[in-house]
């Protein structure tokens, strides 16, 4: 397939040209030509799979050819970060180089009036995160009743971070004529309920997640045998290793700030970024994070999304991340553009379930290693989630056994027990007394 088939204009194909774009993906494939239809789409797809493309290329097409009125913008995107409102504007500005389209970006954490006059001058194209946006509008600084596209970009996200109430409120705002172009990487019901809310007979796109890991990056996996061990692991991983920048990924956002301290307490120059910081912090964090003044983002899957950083030397996961295609983003972080990287992934003997399933989606084997921190899990095999039958019969096995032996143990356990509880726990090293949240669980 070609994107002169697709059926966009020549302007249009002159900038993907020169983007150096030799053929579309398959959610461009799929969705330019029913999107120059004016139908509706359901995009079940993540970041990486040419998905912002897919929308922004025809909507150029479409909106060539009006002209829009003073504060009533002709489209509009909702987007859950401002990273990625910045993204998709990047987008239209390089795909739309040959056609006059004007856009503005409505984010928060920016200078309200300067976006007040550039929706006075009229936008064609308005790229938003839903806060500032119902801001401005209550404010009447903005009118939504000449919308005539609606995307959304990322619901899931915007699910994650809390946003659905001020969704719901803009969509109800907006002229219930329209064309709806709906994106999520992940359809959990309230999200699915939302999709069959806002679309009219859509054409629905899935496009699997972008599954294999790019190929100048280094992988490993690190064996710890407790959680507590994560930070001496960390620590020796971080002697050993030439890091010159990297980014730390946590699965909980309580956990972030615990880890910068422990960062902060061993000399190492970290700092979070997370969904619950306010913009004009996410937005200083990521400046000094780019001017080298900080070697070590710790970060949260959300708040690191849609972010435009340079390669990085390393990606560390402290928690092997919930959702597989998630691994694959965040060690996608480094070794871009030609240059090598290491991705370490510190895992506990629970994390096997969930390892099994990654390394299914990559489809390969993640090398092991034994910082030689005490007893290591073995190595997960391929697809944990269902061993061979023999394997399965000698599991079972071995569960009565441990079940009876635990029956045994029942009071030396309750011992452990309460030394934990007393905070007894001697050799988990590396914070002293002030143990943080993530050492608590
Ligand atoms: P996205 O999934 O929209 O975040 O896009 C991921 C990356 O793929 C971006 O850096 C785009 O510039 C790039 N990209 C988009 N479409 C194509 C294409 N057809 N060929 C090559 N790269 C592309």
Known sequence: MEFKELGLSDPVLKAI????????????????????????????????????????????DILAGGRAKARMPRSLILSPTRELAAQISENFEKYGKY?????????GGTSMDEQIRNLDRGVDVLIATPGRLLDLFERGKI??????????????????????????????????????????????????????KYLSNPKTITVSAPSSTAENVEQF??????????????????????????FIFC??????NDVCRFMKGKGIKAAPLHGDMDQSERT????????????????????????????????????????????VHRIGRTGRAGATGRAFTLTVP???????????????????????????????????????PALRQRERRHNRAEKQNRRHRHIDDMDV??????????????FGDDVPAFLRR
């Open 143 to 196: 009118l939504l009743a000449d919308i005539k596209i609606l995307v959304i970009d990322e619901a899931d996200r915007m699910l994650d971070m809390g946003f659905i109430p001020d969704l719901e409120k803009i969509v109800s705002i907006l002229p219930p004529i329209r064309q709806t172009l709906f994106f999520s990487a992940t359809m959990p019901p309230p999200i699915k309920k939302l999709a069959d």
């Open 417 to 430: 027990d309460l030394d934990e509880k007393k905070g007894g726990d001697k050799d988990g090293g590396a």
């Open 350 to 388: 629970n994390d096997a379930k969930v390892l099994g399933i990654i390394q299914k989606l990559i489809g390969k084997q993640i090398e092991m290693l034994d910082l030689g921190l005490g007893h290591a899990p073995p190595p997960p095999k391929e697809d944990a989630t269902r061993p061979p």
């Open 99 to 107: 056609n006059k389209l004007t856009q503005a970006l409505i984010v």
């Open 17 to 60: 040209d020169e983007a150096g774009y030799k053929e579309p993906t398959p959610i461009q494939a799929q969705a330019i030509p029913v999107i120059l239809m004016t139908r509706d789409v359901l995009g079940i797809a993540q970041t990486g799979t040419g998905k912002t493309a897919s929308f922004t290329l025809p909507m150029i």
């Open 251 to 256: 699965n909980r956002k309580r956990d972030i």
């Open 284 to 327: 200083k964090t990521l400046g000094s994070f780019k001017a080298g003044e900080i070697d070590i983002l710790v970060c949260s899957d959300v708040a690191a999304r849609g972010l435009d950083v340079p390669a990085m030397s390393h990606v560390f996961n402290w928690d092997v991340p919930n959702h597989p295609e998630d691994y």
């Open 221 to 246: 996996l690190v064996a710890v045998p407790h959680f507590r061990k994560k930070p001496d692991a960390f620590y020796k991983l971080y002697k050993k290793e030439d890091v010159k920048n990297a």
